[in-house]
Structure formats: C-alpha cells, structure tokens
C-alpha cells in the first residue's frame, strides 16, 4: 500500500435552527457531535478514497455553547492512521457573523475505518508525518493506540 498524501483539512460550514436548542437555547452537543461526525468522515473518505464507517469517538471537549443562528466551521484533519483506521481530530468553531467574533466551540477525535463493499475493514495508505506538529500528533495517536489495545485485552 503506498503512502497516503499529506492530509488536508476538511472544512463543514453550518447555521444551525431553533429546532437544534436544548432549554438553555444553546445548540445540543448531539448536533454539534453530528457535524464533527459528518467532517471526520469526508476527511476520511478524501484520504482513503474508501468507504468508511464511524468506529468510535473520544475526547469530545464542548468548550463553550452555540447560538441559534451563529455560523458553525468543523474542520477535520487525519492525524494518524493504522492498517484500516485514521484518527480523525475535528475543530467546531462559532462565529457570530454581526459581531464579527469566532471563538472554539468544541474538539474531538473521531476513529473512522475503511471498508470494503462487505463492510469488512480494508487496508489503507499509511500517512508519513511531514511537519514537527504532524510527528507530534503521530506520536501521540502511537500511544492512544497502545492504551485502546490494553483496554482491549483486560
Ligand atoms: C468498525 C468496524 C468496521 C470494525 O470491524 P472489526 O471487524 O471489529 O474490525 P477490526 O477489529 O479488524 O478493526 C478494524 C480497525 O478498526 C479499529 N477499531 C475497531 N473498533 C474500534 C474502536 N471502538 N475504537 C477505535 N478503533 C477501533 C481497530 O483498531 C482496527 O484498526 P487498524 O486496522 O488500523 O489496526 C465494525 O465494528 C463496524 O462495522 N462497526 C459499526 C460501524 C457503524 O455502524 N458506525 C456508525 C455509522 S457510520
């Protein structure tokens, strides 16, 4: 399998309706988790060039609500790949188009696996880290690795 290109980041731009509010009026975590799903995956499917399912989340982080009405920006990169899975960072930020204003909203981590037309995980390119920050980010998705498989043998 040859090496994968250098990720891109992959940008959904949403404004999100009164029917998406919890009580508070903020926008519910489960639509903003949508989004990040819905960038994790075109990510994903750019860098593989497969199908590919959601095959799990972690670290979701909300950092501060979203408005009914604001402008939402997920951006969703590959940060570090296995034989058929990519981890996926994702970065909502909200921007409030009359004040001129975007601030983080929330991050996360999405794992997406490649599969084939049987659903079965199928193999893809390996990702080379370029820049000190992508060695850093592969470094760290080695060891996040290393904790899910002893989480997974106990
Ligand atoms: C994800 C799925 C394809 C994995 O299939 P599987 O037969 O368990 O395959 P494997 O155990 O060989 O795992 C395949 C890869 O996924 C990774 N993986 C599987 N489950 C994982 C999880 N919960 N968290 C992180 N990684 C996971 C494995 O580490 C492996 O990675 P690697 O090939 O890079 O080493 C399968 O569990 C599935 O189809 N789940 C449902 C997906 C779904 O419906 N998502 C929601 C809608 S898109």
Redesign the pocket.
């Known amino acids: 399998m040859p090496h994968g290109k250098s990720p891109r980041e992959n940008t959904l731009i949403e404004t999100l309706l009164p029917k998406d509010t919890n009580a508070s009026g903020h926008i519910f975590g489960g639509v903003v988790m949508s989004l990040m799903?819905k960038a994790a995956?075109v990510a994903s499917w750019r860098y593989s060039k497969q199908r590919?399912?959601?095959?799990?989340a972690?670290e979701i982080t909300f950092v501060t609500p979203i408005h009914v009405g604001e402008v939402v920006r997920a951006s969703a990169t590959v940060i570090y790949?296995?034989?058929?899975?990519?981890d996926v960072e994702v970065i909502v930020e909200a921007e409030n188009i009359f004040e001129e204003s975007s601030r983080l909203a929330a991050t996360g981590l999405f794992?997406m696996?490649a599969?084939d037309d049987q659903?079965?995980?199928t193999?893809?390119p390996q990702w080379q880290p370029d820049t000190e920050e992508e060695k850093k980010k592969h470094k760290e998705g080695l060891e996040r690795?290393k904790i899910?498989?002893q989480k997974k043998s106990r």
Do not use: N
């Open positions: 799903d995956a590919v399912v959601t095959a799990g972690e790949t296995g034989r058929t899975s990519m794992i696996v599969v659903g079965k995980p193999p893809i690795r899910r498989e």
